[in-house]
């Protein structure tokens, strides 16, 4: 159980990092080392039973565990316990630099093949080849396409290249260069550079302060094959590396196979000295001000942040982790509140906890503002923190937080068969890496059920205390400019509103009357089913009630005890009576809650359950969405059924979404991405105001009536399709979709058309972006066609694989331009004739147009030229892979066959022909789309700079 990890820190150390102190005595407390043996050696505790744990004569670890999902496919990652922690001040950036070396020639796979091959075998690279750097890792991933033996062989000579084979040359490293300064440009963000600041004084007198993991330009600009080739043999050592394999097959089989390959590998270097990773200050208020105006919002925040001596993974650590998390649900419970009341000055709040490294506490409460609020802001923040160290929780507040956790533990047991192997090997290594014990769901409902039992209130609010350090931080970030009044800095202002905001009286929380649920009195009559159809090819069955109900139904052994529900209503975004409605609507209904209930009010009646709805509009519809538990059945269709029949349409839900919406708008304002949502998608639809982002001065032209008047109707009156996907008791949800929903009466369904829409063939959108991240976004489209002729749109999406791979290996590898580029096709399923496929491109600013001409020549070149046989096979393979994956989802059959059907037959044939169709594409169909498509005369382009400094 993990106390949730604090949300700077997520989005910065969490570029995927975990620690593995793996202390051999106390004297190496300060010390970063190199881990020995494995978490539970030290412990008290039991991993996962069906973990098989392995060490090599030469320290080469490596984990196993059997899982069905997806089936007959394995998830072999190698996990090398060194990064940007590890390097000295020389050698900044070499972790990651590294990590992409290796991908650039090995001992068995020379500059340029590695991706190649991948794909041959039917591996999509990003998907199921990947690798990451951060702090204290570098993870390298493979997800193999199946488990022969030929294929696990091969894929641990990848491993072991990654391991020992690198070849490193000269050339090589030149030409990463520009990919690697091409990926520090594309990553710079507003959420970044804030990230930074709060890591560089919140931790300041640690290397995690020092060690940005992209590196340094000067570093970056003067790397060569000798300076990456010593970080290389100092680290990637065997005893310092462990190989995680996750999947469908036999475990035996694969340790003889990774004992052969791995055996052999020797350190080439002494043992590396251990890193100091210093401290912070033990006491002391701070404030931490930066003015970014990008980033669209202001986060105020109090934290906490200490020195802690490392612990080994006990059960004492795993009642106190279980108090900390009692008390951070709690907590977080009262901001939502706060959040939800008229006239809050905060738009979101959360509070989170933890330890990093095993050797750095962090505590925060933070809230997102406006400018003008940041002082009502910090005093929010101030008297509910008070409010909880002088008081504590009261006993409703612990009973729901406990029953939430518990809820949650239940979960994982019912559905651990249905878990993914990729999910699970990254959960293995984030424990190995903080020195933790990995648990079964079983053996972590065992564990923490009696600990939830037995706890007390008084100890989780002393816990509480203790969770807030002498060491003080007070942050105000985003877009709050304070200009130095009568000598003093921003920071003297912040430290004067908190002591301000400190001096106020507070009283106790004030507890709040339950909540009931469900409400509303069942439908006293029932419908009746009028005809019924098996559809015996895919598995499904359909029932038609005398009042038009639709009710689809497919079961699936996919996730075992899981089942998800779909009911689908009215024109979507397609009948909008105002521009804006839709995007409204999204924010209001979820923060409103249901007609009795609010938000906070439907959380705390569903704590004890798993079951949960959202809305959505889409552009032909609209969708009220839930998932649960088999169990909870029931539940989920007395959600729907009050969601349609009593929702809610809060005014101060309305205020507050709109208020969040204006951020949002200020952040997509302010990077090119953002304003390729608002104004590039526009414009690639001719204008059309469905397709991206609504203007913001028309959104504020919506009213909250408008949102209802729109809505409600529709929700009552509107023919209703519900779609069940999962593990379920099919008479039982026939009863129930009968019950709630066969008796009332429903118009007929009504079809409506599209629109006609005005691709801007041969003409260029040019924006200059006003930003502080110095990176431009070219986007060059083809006019290609709407979705409904399943076979083209197929061969239109391997068109976009072929030409995303023709990006990769002229814009990234030969040009060395630019680290982001992809390709792909979207048909449209509401507007005849339209659909876009789209090269997109970030790039430095004084490339762009260069680019864009590279790009409308790669286009021409297709349309002109052939699709080679290896391209086709590059192409497809992965895709079927992908394919036999997705088909063995409720997601697929749920979102993809089943939901409109009723609307639309021809989805339930789809399943019937994707895997042979695809299977059957050939080169020349392939080329033949191309010449029609994508002629260079024929595109349409999207420019969006970073307006140059004054």
Request: charge should be negative; glycine fraction near 6%; proline fraction near 4%.
């Amino acid at each position: 159980m993990h106390v949730q990890r604090t949300r700077f820190l997520l989005a910065f150390l969490l570029i995927s990092f975990f620690v593995a102190p793996g202390l051999t005595n106390a004297s190496s407390a300060t010390k970063l080392c190199i881990s020995q043996g494995w978490p539970h050696e030290q412990s008290d505790l039991s991993p996962d039973p069906s973990l098989v744990f392995g060490t090599l004569e030469n320290g080469f670890r490596y984990v196993l565990m059997p899982n069905q999902e997806p089936k007959g496919r394995v998830a072999m990652y190698l996990n090398v316990q060194s990064g940007s922690l590890h390097e000295t001040e020389k050698q900044r950036g070499l972790a990651h630099y590294l990590e992409h070396m290796l991908f650039e020639g090995s001992t068995h796979y020379p500059p340029g093949t590695l991706v190649e091959y991948f794909q041959s075998i039917g591996m999509e690279h990003g998907n199921d080849t990947n690798a990451h750097t951060s702090y204290n890792e570098t993870v390298y991933k493979l997800l193999l396409p199946d488990d022969k033996e030929k294929t696990l062989n091969d894929g641990l000579v990848v491993l072991t290249d990654y391991a020992a084979g690198a070849l490193l040359l000269e050339e090589e490293v030149e030409k990463e260069r520009g990919i690697i300064l091409a990926e520090k440009q594309t990553r710079d963000s507003a959420q970044r550079r804030v990230s930074r600041k709060s890591i560089e004084q919140a931790f300041a007198g640690t290397l995690v302060a020092q060690r940005d993991v992209i590196g340094t330009d000067k570093v970056l600009k003067t790397v060569d094959s000798a300076l990456l080739r010593q970080y290389y043999e100092t680290w990637y050592r065997p005893e310092n590396m462990i190989l995680v394999a996750v999947g469908d097959t036999d475990l035996g089989k694969l340790e003889k196979l990774i004992t052969k390959h791995f055996s052999g590998l020797k350190a080439k270097t002494p043992a590396p000295s251990c890193l100091d990773l210093g401290q912070v200050a033990d006491s002391g208020t701070e404030a931490i001000y930066l003015f970014e105006s990008d980033l669209g919002y202001t986060e105020v925040s109090l934290d906490s942040a200490w020195n802690v001596a490392p612990q080994r993974p006990t059960k004492a650590e795993a009642v106190l982790d279980a108090k900390k998390y009692v008390a951070q649900v709690m907590m977080n419970n009262r901001l939502q509140h706060l959040v939800n009341q008229p006239e809050s000055p905060m738009t979101k709040a959360s509070f989170s906890s933890d330890v990093f490294f095993g050797r750095l506490g962090y505590t925060s409460i933070d809230a997102r503002t406006s400018p003008e609020q940041w002082r009502d802001t910090l005093e929010t923040l101030s008297v509910a923190l008070r409010q909880a160290l002088q008081f504590g929780f009261g006993e409703a507040e612990f009973t729901r937080a406990k029953n939430e956790i518990l809820t949650a533990l239940k979960k994982e047991v019912q559905v651990a068969d249905s878990r993914e192997s990729k999910t699970l090997v990254s959960g293995i290594i984030n424990t190995l890496n903080d020195n933790e014990v990995f648990f079964s769901p079983d053996q972590k409902l065992a564990l923490f059920a009696p600990i939830l039992e037995n706890m007390t209130l008084a100890e989780v609010n002393q816990i509480f205390q203790e969770m807030w350090h002498a060491r003080r931080l007070v942050k105000v970030i985003g877009t709050t400019e304070l200009k130095p009044e009568t000598g003093a800095s921003p920071e003297d202002m912040i430290i004067k509103a908190l002591h301000k905001a400190e001096q106020g009286e507070v009283a106790a929380w004030e507890p709040r009357a339950k909540a009931v649920f469900p409400y509303l009195p069942i439908p006293e009559k029932a419908g009746k089913v009028v005809t019924q159809r098996s559809y015996k090819d895919i598995g499904a069955e359909r029932y038609v009630f005398e009042n038009g109900l639709v009710l689809n139904l497919k079961q699936t052994d996919f996730q075992p005890n899981e089942i998800k529900v779909t009911a689908t209503l009215g024109h979507g975004r397609l009948a909008e009576t105002k521009p804006g409605q839709a995007l409204l609507a999204e924010k209001l209904l979820p923060e409103s809650g249901l007609g009795k209930l609010t938000k906070e009010q439907l959380k705390e009646v569903l704590a004890p359950y798993s079951s949960s709805i959202e809305f959505e509009v889409e552009k032909d519809s609209f969708q009220v969405q839930g998932k649960g538990l088999r169990n909870e059945s029931e539940l989920l269709f007395q959600l729907l059924y009050t969601q349609l029949y009593d929702p809610a349409f809060r005014k101060n839900a309305f205020e507050r979404g709109m208020q969040q919406i204006r951020q949002a708008y200020a952040q997509l304002e302010s990077s090119v991405e953002g304003m390729m949502h608002l104004q590039g998608e526009r414009f690639l639809a001719g204008g059309n105001l469905r397709y991206g982002v609504v203007p913001l001065e028309l959104l504020e032209k919506v009213t909250l009536t408008d949102v209802e008047q729109w809505l409600r109707p529709v929700f009552q009156e509107s023919m209703l399709e519900i779609s069940v996907v999962g593990d379920f008791d099919d008479k039982e949800v026939l009863g129930l979709a009968g019950r709630y929903f066969g008796g009332q009466t429903r118009k007929k369904w009504q079809e409506r058309e599209g629109e006609s829409i005005t691709f801007p063939s041969g003409k260029t959108l040019s924006l200059d972006v006003t930003t502080q991240s110095k990176k431009g976004m070219v986007t060059v489209a083809w006019l290609t066609d709407d979705f409904w002729d399943i076979s083209r749109t197929r061969r239109l999406n391997v068109l976009a694989s072929v030409l995303n791979d023709r990006m990769r290996k002229l814009i990234r590898e030969e040009l060395g331009v630019a680290y982001s580029q992809y390709a792909y096709n979207q048909s449209s399923l509401v507007d005849p004739g339209f659909g876009v496929l789209r090269s997109v491109v970030v790039v430095d600013p004084s490339q762009a147009e260069m680019v864009a001409g590279k790009l409308k020549e790669l286009g021409g070149q297709l349309a002109t030229g052939k699709v080679t046989k290896d391209e086709l096979e590059r192409a497809v393979e992965p895709t079927l892979t992908s394919v036999r994956d997705m088909v063995r989802t409720n997601r697929y059959w749920l979102n993809s066959v089943l939901v409109q059907s009723s609307r639309h037959p021809q989805r339930l044939e789809w399943p019937t022909t994707i895997q042979p169709d695809i299977a059957s594409i050939t080169a020349d169909e392939i080329s033949g789309l191309a010449a029609r498509y994508l002629q260079p005369e024929k595109a349409a382009e999207v420019l969006l700079l970073p307006a140059k400094e004054k």
